[in-house]
């Protein structure tokens, strides 16, 4: 296997190599933390809880409660990263670390039914409804402040978010608001497709 360095690994070993390279071919940066791993963690802590494979409760609980107030709040929403250089990119509020936060609090509340996760999530979606919905074209911004770029990927993260947070409150606001992003991907594959 060649990566970006030019050189050649075994794809065993490379997956546990200490350096890890980015799209352009720079080294990332070991000092970004980014926040999409805390939520991630809690899905698979929580779903791995439920399905008896191991107790990652503690996980999960300290997750919500202790790592995902660095990176900001339901309300204000989760930057990207933490990171101990100026980089600015770090500070964004992207609708990929929306979906996942919403994702995390839908799979906290499951494993604990702790009805502030479910103040969180409703926090959330309003957040990205007043700060990241498009008003003209509809469908949402990638990122805060940038009224160009879209994506389908984080949209679809925020779809697999929503219907998860439905099927785990059983409140069916989820799953409208799960419809709304499937009607805007129906709308644009039929307007692609003709």
């Not at 994506?151 to 989820?174: C, I, K, R």
Request: hydrophobic content about 40%.
């Amino acid at each position: 296997m060649l990566y970006l360095d030019g050189k050649k690994r075994n794809p065993i070993k490379a997956a546990f190599l200490p350096k890890v390279y980015c799209s352009d071919g720079q080294q990332f940066s070991d000092d970004l933390l980014r926040f999409r791993v805390q939520p991630r963690q809690v899905y698979v802590f929580a779903h791995a809880t439920e399905l008896k494979l191991i107790d990652g409760r503690h996980q999960v609980c300290a997750a919500i409660d202790k790592g995902f107030a660095h990176f900001g709040s339901p309300s204000a929403g989760y930057r990207f990263s933490l990171s101990k250089g100026s980089d600015n990119n770090s500070d964004a509020i992207n609708l990929y670390e929306q979906a996942f936060a919403l994702l995390g609090f839908a799979w906290h509340y499951k494993l604990t039914s702790d009805n502030q996760s479910l103040v969180a999530m409703e926090a959330i979606y309003q957040h990205i409804s007043t700060d990241l919905w498009d008003t003209k074209w509809d469908g949402f911004f990638l990122t805060k402040g940038n009224d160009v770029n879209k994506g389908q990927n984080p949209h679809m993260h925020l779809f697999e978010a929503l219907m998860v947070s439905y099927e785990h409150t059983d409140n069916p606001v989820w799953l409208e608001r799960a419809s709304t992003i499937y009607q805007l991907f129906h709308t644009i594959s039929c307007k692609v497709i003709t």
